[in-house]
């Protein structure tokens, strides 16, 4: 009994240890089946995605959601070090060492509470092991958790920063796609003063910015779980926005830079093929099409008005389809799983910019007349961006 006990300690050890440096030390993608912290995820989000989906608010909803990815962060760092002062007590416990203790009571709680006041460095001293063996498995304990808070202590900024990053395009793309961002408002905000030359600044911008998404988090899963900061923007959505316009512009439009687009576009796909696979999300197809007759034709429209030339017929319109069915059904999937909603190819109506609303703007009641007058001025330098 006192082997088996001892050896489930060790495993307990070795696997906390493996999937701790799996998770944060190693910087590729890990492809093995059974992970303690796959195993994690699973058996979390699927209860707080089910519960969200019962509310009906959706910045309640929202909310909710947005507490899910830094709560499980803190769940997972106290589940792995768990595990490793419950292995070591065990072992400990197997091992039988010789504890100084006050009464001379010892039971697998005394085991339990000199390890966890070894593993975290306590120091207290009121509970020591006697045998060299107990002694010699108490300092790797104590090194071990040492390390395992070193570690954390170097992993929170290195996620935030990670997330910090990634927002800052996000935020950028709200004066030039709208919001909800759309693919048809970002080529007609662009076509505005003739500036199509600089969508393909825009677009390197984004390829650069895809490729860092890729490698943040397939490094570190849990920053998909990470929301934006306003409830109508969210890095899935903000891809598949780039991903559109990169389609349309591959297919024909004028004066814009094709290279550009495609080089854009393969690492988009990129990111969202492989982050659908580490969640296990087979790609689908969406229920409704994104795309449907109707919506081509306000498409059409919209670019129209805009004077911008998107090409037509049978090729066209064949090699668009080509094109989505490249990338929308993985969108489709991380949408589904993740709880983000896709964006629409046209605005369905015209909606003001983040940028240009507040707690203030967004009440029923009149805003004060210095607000009126400043929200007036604001117009005049910068235009109307809504239609």
């Known amino acids: 009994m006192r082997i088996l006990i001892g050896l489930v300690g060790l495993v307990f050890i ?3 240890a493996l999937d701790a440096f799996e998770t944060i030390v190693l910087p590729r993608r890990v492809t093995r089946r059974f992970r303690l912290t796959k195993m994690f995820y699973q058996s979390t989000w699927l209860p707080w995605a089910a519960i969200a989906r019962r509310m009906r608010g959706k910045k309640r909803r929202e909310a909710f959601l947005s507490f899910f990815g830094p709560l499980s962060l803190l769940a997972l760092l106290a589940v792995w070090a768990f595990g490793l002062l419950s292995g070591f007590s065990m072992l400990q416990w197997a091992l039988q060492s010789k504890l100084n203790v006050p009464d001379n009571a010892v039971n697998a709680g005394t085991y339990l509470y000199m390890s966890g006041e070894t593993f975290f460095t306590l120091g207290l001293g009121d509970i020591t ?17 040492f390390g395992f808070l070193a570690l954390v202590i170097g992993y ?10 990634r927002e800052v395009n996000i935020s950028l793309l709200d004066a030039r796609a709208g919001t909800p961002p759309s693919a048809a408002e970002l080529l007609r905000r662009h076509s505005e003063g003739d500036n199509m030359a600089e969508l393909g600044q ?6 650069r910015w895809a490729a860092e998404l890729m490698e943040s988090h397939l490094s570190y899963p849990v920053l998909c779980w990470f929301r934006s900061q306003h409830d109508n923007q969210s890095w899935l959505a903000s891809l598949t926005t780039v991903l559109d316009a990169c389609a349309l512009v591959i297919v024909g439009i004028d004066g814009a830079s094709g290279r550009q687009a495609q080089l854009t576009f393969a690492m988009a ?3 969202v093929v492989d982050l659908a696979q580490i969640f296990n999300a087979s790609p689908q197809p969406p229920v409704d099409d994104r795309f449907p007759p109707e919506e081509m034709a306000r498409l059409r429209e919209v670019l129209t008005a805009a004077r911008i030339g998107l090409r037509d017929g049978p090729d066209a319109d064949g090699k668009l389809a080509e094109l989505r069915l490249m990338y929308e059904p993985y ?10 909603p896709l964006p629409r190819w046209v605005p369905a109506r015209a909606t003001a ?12 009641q009149t805003p004060p007349a210095p607000l009126q007058r400043c929200a007036a001025r604001a117009n005049q330098l910068t235009g109307d961006y809504v239609d």
């Not at 969108?331 to 983000?340: A, H, I, Q, T």
């Open 14 to 16: 070795l696997s906390v």
């Open 129 to 145: 092991p006697q045998s060299p063996l107990g002694r010699a498995v108490t300092v790797i304990e104590a090194g071990i958790g």
């Open 156 to 165: 929170l900024p290195v996620l935030y920063q990670a997330f910090s990053r």
């Open 202 to 207: 825009l677009l390197g911008d984004w390829e």
């Open 269 to 271: 796909r990129h990111a």
């Open 331 to 340: 969108v489709n999937s991380l949408s589904n799983y993740l709880m983000m």
């Open 353 to 364: 910019d983040n940028w240009r609303t507040s707690a203030w703007e967004r009440t029923p």
